[in-house]
């Protein structure tokens, strides 16, 4: 396939051969793949393949040769590049870390470029995140670039799937057109969630053995706010700054707190452990459950047929959806303060994120996503609307006191967050502070 009015509308540089350097990942987890480096060769996988293709029109027109370093390790990913910046050895052009432990330990530390001022970079273009920009400024900077550059960009938002099969057998609509008309809301939800649990068994114990409207892991109350609309920070001239004691956010809690944790509504184990909610989904014991972008895949074998929808708005004068990404997922493109020649760094940069939106970003989207897993039409759509209104939030990446931790916890018991929050804001202040200063000290 050829891409020649792509090509031609971008910067032409002859670069002498000079090798590239990328350190990445192709590692999400234990259970999951999250390439973002091609094999040598293509190997039948699209994703794999469209990366290679995306790299060879770049080594084509800027006369360079790519070359990846696979860190897999997000621990040691950070220390091998935080190590490398302070030796001053110039090892690598840029990286792609995940943002909860690479990029935000790089950033505060002044090992990495401020995203603005890096040249031939324009964050205006499509291409680029314009809700990571608004939601992850801190001292007046951008540090978590991200957007189609990375494949897992399309694979961190959080979504819900919902059983047709059961959708089929109770009546019920598919909620499709709902949300297309706008009136996809956290009331609506709710009216199908509820009372749907039934004891299976008969051991008069509601556990994950039996049926539910809803099946939650454990960020899934986090990431509901979050598509209400409104988040435990957000940035207030250039500066992130607790968003507790806002009027909508409190009225978003209470109203999530009107059935979040109660059995007759929804499954969150007592001792939850990694993917429980997945078998209840799968064996048809659940009409929805919320996932990642990424844990589709644990879905592809399911007998019964299954849709995709966004998270719900908190109500109909809400504009547009949101869909929050989770920051382990979701990755940054970092160029380190070391880097040799910023101006070529950032041509190569801007090329492979546009390149990127016609070649790896189809295979994610349209091949993967949308034809591998999805299962019509309709989920095609709802995909369009997820990644439109892909959002972001500091607490979750700094968990500032525990504000994150303590969130989800309580939320997922089904406790009041607002009094536990009295205990621990000013020690969540101080550590945004204490971030916030870090990041001006770095500058320093």
């Not at 990445?24 to 234990?30: H, I, Q, R, V």
């Not at 990029?103 to 324009?122: H, M, R, S, V, W």
């Not at 509820?194 to 039996?210: A, E």
Request: overall charge negative; charged content about 20%.
């Amino acid at each position: 396939m050829q891409y020649p009015h792509m090509l031609d509308s971008l910067p032409s540089n002859d670069y002498g051969g000079y090798t590239f350097r990328i350190w990445t990942s192709n590692w999400f987890n234990a259970t999951l793949e999250g390439r973002q480096a091609p094999e040598e060769e293509q190997i039948g996988e699209p994703i794999n393949d469209a990366l290679y293709t995306r790299d060879k029109l770049i080594e084509n027109k800027y006369n360079i040769k790519i070359e990846y370093e696979i860190i897999d390790d997000s621990g040691q990913f950070a220390s091998r590049a935080q190590r490398s910046v302070m030796a001053g050895d110039n090892s690598f052009d840029f990286a792609m870390g995940d943002m909860m432990n690479v990029t935000k330990g790089l950033a505060q530390t002044g090992a990495i470029y401020d995203f603005n001022e890096i040249p031939n970079i324009d964050l205006t273009k499509p291409w680029w995140s314009k809700y990571a920009i608004r939601d992850l400024t801190i001292n007046g900077k951008f540090f978590f670039p991200t957007g189609d550059i990375s494949p897992r960009y399309l694979t961190s938002q959080y979504l819900l799937l919902f059983n047709k099969k059961l959708f089929n057998d109770l009546g019920l609509e598919y909620p499709y057109q709902t949300v297309l008309n706008g009136n996809w809301t956290l009331d609506t939800f709710k009216g199908l969630i509820k009372d749907q649990s039934r004891d299976l068994n008969g051991d008069g114990v509601l556990d994950k053995d039996d049926f539910y409207g809803f099946a939650i892991e454990t960020m899934t109350p986090f990431s509901f706010m979050m598509g209400c609309g409104e988040g435990l920070s957000k940035i207030v001239d250039g500066n992130p700054v607790l968003n507790v004691y806002n009027d909508r956010t409190m009225s978003i809690m209470q109203d999530l707190m009107s059935f979040w944790g109660d059995p007759n509504y929804m499954l969150y184990p007592r001792n939850y452990s990694t993917y429980d909610e997945v078998p209840v989904f799968r064996e048809d014991r659940a009409l929805f459950v919320a996932q990642t972008g990424t844990n589709i895949l644990l879905f592809k074998d399911m007998e019964s047929d299954f849709g995709i929808v966004p998270l719900p708005k908190y109500n109909t004068a809400q504009p547009e959806y949101y869909s929050y990404c989770q920051p382990w997922g979701s990755v940054a493109v970092c160029v380190p303060v070391t880097n040799a020649d910023i101006e070529r760094t950032g041509t190569i940069i801007e090329s492979m994120a546009a390149i990127s939106r016609h070649t790896s970003t189809p295979a994610a989207y349209d091949v993967t996503l949308k034809t591998k897993y999805s299962r019509d039409d309709d989920s095609e759509a709802m995909l369009d609307i997820i990644y439109a209104g892909s959002c972001y939030d500091f607490a979750f990446i700094y968990d500032w006191g525990g504000i994150y931790n303590t969130f989800v916890s309580i939320m997922n018991r089904g406790e009041s967050f607002v009094s536990r929050f009295e205990a621990i804001e000013g020690r969540a202040q101080a550590a945004l502070e204490n971030t916030i200063n870090a990041y001006i000290e770095a500058e320093n």
